[in-house]
C-alpha cells in the first residue's frame, strides 16, 4: 500500500504561482509513475501531468502545457507540480496519483490516491 499526502495549495490571485507537493509513504516510491489530477464540482476528475518512475519521462495535458512542471525526487519520496501563470481556470482540487505502469491519462488506471489539496485563483 501507498499513502500520499498533498500540500500546497491556497488562494492565489491570477497570474502567479503555486508549488504543489506529494509525499509518499508504505512502498518504495521509484516503483511507481506518479500523475495529477484535478476536480471541480459537478465535473469529472482531469488529468493534469504525469511523471516516469525515474522522472526522465513527463506528459501534460493541454490546459498546462507551458505553464505546468512536474518533477520528482525520489530521495526525498516526493513528486512536485509547478504551476506558473495560474488562471482562475485551474482553481480546483488537486490529486496526485500512483501507478505500477506509465503513461495513462484515465484516473481509473492508477491504485492510490491522496486526498487532495485545494488551489484557487482569482480574478
Known amino acids: 500500500q501507498v499513502q500520499l499526502v498533498e500540500s500546497g495549495g491556497g488562494l492565489v490571485a491570477a497570474g502567479g504561482s503555486l508549488r504543489l507537493s506529494c509525499a509518499a509513504s508504505?512502498?518504495?516510491?521509484?516503483?511507481?509513475?506518479m500523475g495529477w489530477f484535478r476536480q471541480t464540482p459537478g465535473k469529472e476528475r482531469e488529468f493534469v501531468a504525469g511523471?516516469?518512475?525515474?522522472?526522465?519521462?513527463?506528459y501534460y495535458a493541454d490546459s498546462g502545457k507551458g505553464r505546468f512542471t512536474v518533477s520528482r525526487d525520489n530521495a526525498k519520496n516526493t513528486v512536485y507540480l509547478q504551476m506558473n501563470i495560474l488562471k482562475p481556470e485551474d482553481t480546483a482540487a488537486y490529486y496526485c496519483?500512483?501507478?505500477?505502469?506509465?503513461?495513462?491519462?484515465?484516473?481509473?488506471?492508477?491504485?492510490?490516491w491522496g486526498q487532495g489539496t485545494q488551489v484557487t485563483v482569482s480574478s
Open positions: 496519483a500512483a501507478s505500477t505502469i506509465w503513461g495513462h491519462r484515465d484516473p481509473t488506471s492508477y491504485d492510490y
Open positions: 508504505g512502498q518504495t516510491f521509484s516503483n511507481y509513475a
Open positions: 511523471i516516469s518512475q525515474s522522472g526522465s519521462r513527463t
